[in-house]
């Protein structure tokens, strides 16, 4: 089975840290991404890659940034974390012609 | 740029009412189209998708799928839902010019009463 692994279920962060969040999968995928999820707003691509070393800013980049040194692992860093990123992160990763598996989400709250 | 509308943001039926949840995207060339569910306190989970061929997709648990290309449209059915239905469901494309892009759209939450 494919999996998709998620550092953190539950974290809680002040206001102005750096926050790191990390995802891990098995299956050799090109493909990894950072979505937010939100009631009412679905999810929300904030950044994706398609290779090792390679990004490109989703729908809300603004406020995050990402790391892939190795293609099983991606990272979605907020470089001062704000009250209004409290959200739950879903990462999830896909080859070009499967669908996208998702990890089980870091619910984040910022206080 | 792709996008995704699920015109209803919540559903409330009844045990063996029929259920048919809209989906429309954006893009007038080729597309993936998905639909996920989310259970309460689970992560994603792919019900059906379309990549080419028989617009008519069938699914796990008894729902299925139109792939209506003049409609731009992707709707989800299920001819009888079951309480176990009750969930939120996501609609997602990926569009041919969008490289490896997914789009979701709002989700629609889903309740299914007894």
């Known amino acids: 089975d494919v999996k998709v692994t998620q550092s953190s279920r539950y974290l809680v962060k002040r206001t102005g840290e750096k926050v790191f969040l990390e995802c891990v999968q098995d299956?050799?995928?090109?493909?990894m991404f950072w979505y937010r999820q939100d009631p009412g707003l679905g999810l929300r691509l904030i950044y994706f890659?398609?290779?090792?070393?390679?990004?490109e800013k989703g729908d809300i980049p603004e406020g995050y940034s990402v790391s892939r040194e190795k293609k099983e692992r991606f990272s979605l860093i907020l470089e001062s974390a704000s009250t209004n990123q409290t959200s739950m992160y879903l990462c999830?990763?896909?080859?070009?012609?499967?669908?996208?598996?998702f990890g089980q989400g870091t619910r984040l709250t910022v206080v | 740029a792709q996008s995704v509308s699920q015109h209803n943001h919540h559903v409330i039926l009844s045990e063996a009412a029929s259920l048919e949840l809209g989906c429309n995207y954006s893009?007038?060339?080729?597309?993936?189209l998905f639909w996920y569910v989310q259970y309460p306190g689970q992560h994603l989970q792919l019900l059906l998708k379309?990549?080419?061929?028989?617009?008519l997709v069938k699914g796990i648990k008894g729902f299925e799928a139109e792939f209506i290309k003049s409609k731009f449209s992707f709707n989800l059915r299920k001819p009888s839902v079951q309480w176990s239905d009750t969930a939120e469901y996501f609609c997602a494309v990926n569009a041919d010019n969008a490289g490896n892009m997914l789009t979701f759209g709002g989700g629609t939450r889903l309740m299914v009463k007894p």
């Open positions: 890659s398609y290779d090792v070393k390679m990004k």
């Open positions: 299956m050799d995928h090109e493909n």
């Open positions: 999830a990763s896909r080859k070009l012609t499967t669908e996208a598996f």
């Open positions: 893009y007038g060339g080729t597309v993936n």
């Open positions: 379309y990549f080419s061929g028989d617009p």
